[in-house]
């Protein structure tokens, strides 16, 4: 088969297709033809090897571990292992192909990836398949940080900090069909597509500073994090809780050895004393439950990614490249 290739650590110039042998599935995995597969910022941390200290969680520490980078994709299924009981050949799919919350290649940059049955559910009829392989990851992190650490009500006043990005515009409309009231943040030209979405307002961070906006919020969701916990408390209702995702733009101002990890550490330890951040719970929600949340959501029609523009796998260098601009009004997808 063609997979997208990484012998080192390195650049969007260091990608390579190239034939590599059709994987095998394991007894509680699924073989997946691949429709379609998104790029995201995670994507970037492994094909850079920064911060140097994911290289020890697994990554690889001289060169990635598995060698074909991705994690999202949609498809159809091609095999099922011994142990899989959800799943047949023939069913349209989407999934994350790694296990857990982790920075390490997945292979889902190829003609067929292995996917855990755990990280699977079935496409919604809804969905393309370019749209669903955007959903798993930045789906994910949307429903961790706004429904479980934020603890999402119906009626809160939620603010979303880089609403228009692929967590952001996730956690935008999962809030509204929390029955929430929404506030977007994001530049001018990138927040026009959610006002269609039913948000409450939406604020140009180039024109104004959200913690300045006179308002108060129950939750504000931080994707970018670039104003400081002072700042964000301006904003912040007397039990409104500040939830951090610490997007670090591509490396830059990103501390090389251990990224953004001090200071989500420092807030973690902020939090027993500081009751507008969520006290740290390091059990993670079960990821079959959450991949069916996603999947309920859109089938309902209340939860669809927002594409910008669609790469051939042979593109691959360029597709990364784009993502790193960071201007892309939507998700980045590949297609075998």
């Not at 990554?59 to 099922?80: F, H, K, Q, S, Y």
């Not at 050949?89 to 755990?118: H, K, Y």
């Not at 001090?262 to 990821?287: E, Q, S, T, W």
Request: charged share 20%; net charge positive.
């Amino acid at each position: 088969m063609l997979a997208v290739v990484q012998s080192r650590y390195g650049s969007a110039a260091d990608l390579e297709v190239a034939e590599r042998p059709r994987p095998v599935p394991a007894a509680d995995e699924v073989l997946v033809k691949v429709a379609a597969a998104s790029l995201h910022p995670d994507v970037w941390h492994v094909v850079t090897g920064l911060p140097w200290v994911l290289r020890l969680m697994g990554a690889g520490l001289r060169r990635p571990r598995n060698p074909v980078p991705g994690t999202d994709l949609a498809g159809i299924v091609e095999a099922v292992g011994s142990r899989v009981t959800r799943f047949k050949p023939g069913d349209p799919v989407l999934g994350e192909t790694i296990r857990g919350m982790q920075w390490v290649n997945g292979g889902a940059f190829a003609e067929w990836a292995c996917v855990p049955e755990s990280g699977l559910a079935l496409k919604p009829p809804g969905l393309t398949m370019i749209e669903a392989a955007c959903l798993p990851t930045a789906g994910l992190i949307a429903s961790l940080n706004l429904r479980h650490m934020g603890r999402l009500k119906p009626g809160s006043r939620v603010l979303v900090n880089g609403a228009a990005g692929g967590v952001g515009s996730l956690a935008v409309q999962m809030a509204l069909a929390e029955g929430c009231s929404v506030v977007a943040v994001d530049a001018a030209d990138r927040l026009e597509w959610l006002r269609d979405l039913g948000v409450q307002r939406t604020i140009d961070y180039r024109a104004q500073d959200f913690t300045r906006c006179g308002e108060s919020f129950d939750l504000v969701l931080d994707v970018p994090g670039n104003h400081a916990r002072r700042e964000v408390k301006r904003v912040l209702a007397p039990r409104g809780i500040w939830v951090i995702v610490g997007h670090d733009h591509f490396g830059r101002g990103m501390h090389k050895v251990l990224g953004v990890l001090p200071r989500m550490f420092g807030l973690m330890a902020l939090a027993v004393l500081d009751h507008n951040l969520p006290r740290p719970d390091f059990k993670m929600p079960d990821k079959v439950a959450e991949m069916e949340y996603l999947r309920g959501l859109a089938e309902a029609g209340r939860l669809r990614p927002h594409v910008d523009r669609v790469f051939p796998l042979a593109e691959v260098r360029q597709a990364l490249s784009y993502l790193q601009t960071g201007t892309a009004n939507g998700r980045v997808v590949l297609t075998p």
